[in-house]
């Protein structure tokens, strides 16, 4: 069998880079979209433990307080 040589040209290469790119970034999105509903659903469930408002109040404010400060940090 005889090898197959393909040529790319430079407008190729950098269009398949940014293909490739594009995808990594896609990807990283949609994981860090995936990790919020996972945290979400974590403080959902609490939620359905507890009757008491304050308690269900201070979740939330801790669970914001998290997301903000993930937020924040990955902004720096």
Known sequence: MQKKQVEIDQ????SMANRLRFLEES???LITI??????LSH???E???SYD???I???WLAKL????KIEVCSVF
């Open 11 to 14: 407008d190729e290469l950098k």
């Open 53 to 55: 408002v304050h308690h």
């Open 47 to 49: 939620i359905f433990l």
């Open 27 to 29: 990807n990283r999105a």
């Open 65 to 68: 307080r998290e997301l903000v």
């Open 57 to 59: 109040l201070d979740i």
């Open 34 to 39: 995936q990790d919020k509903l996972d945290r």
């Open 43 to 45: 403080f959902q469930s």
